[in-house]
């Protein structure tokens, strides 16, 4: 099986990376887009507190293996870093033209749909790092 890539990066050499390295060019709380496998997304991530915060705006293309990846990227991190949670806002699901499929994966895995303070509407999850 192939490893998922992120802009050419292994889960395994982004956690590599300094800490200073992935708080200057991911965790600025900025919208980014970036490639993980064959999809597009646009998103943005901080760390406040105790809670890793992901909000994707926009999934283009890509296959099933992108958001898993992400997910595992995201709670070795907080693991790592010792947070006690991680927080999902996807809105690549209440969009003009919504991925149908992508709704239900999001359900299946316990997001909610919830109009989040200073988000908006989104499939929401928070997720307590073990």
């Not at 992120?6 to 709380?29: F, H, M």
């Amino acid at each position: 099986m192939q490893k998922m890539l992120l802009e050419g990066y292994t889960i395994d050499e982004v956690l590599d990376l300094p800490n200073t390295e992935l708080q200057a060019i991911v965790l600025r709380d900025e919208p980014i887009v970036f490639k993980a496998g064959s999809a597009n997304i646009l998103g943005k991530f901080k760390v406040a507190g105790n809670t890793l915060f992901l909000e994707l705006a926009h999934i283009d293309g890509g296959g099933k293996g992108a958001l898993p990846s992400l997910a595992a990227l995201a709670t070795r991190y907080a693991k790592r870093e010792g947070l006690e949670f991680v927080e999902w806002s996807v809105h690549a699901v209440h969009c003009a033209n919504p991925n149908l499929k992508l709704r239900r994966v999001l359900e299946k895995k316990g997001f909610i749909g919830r109009d989040v303070k200073g988000i908006g509407e989104c499939s929401w999850l928070r997720g307590q790092v073990l």
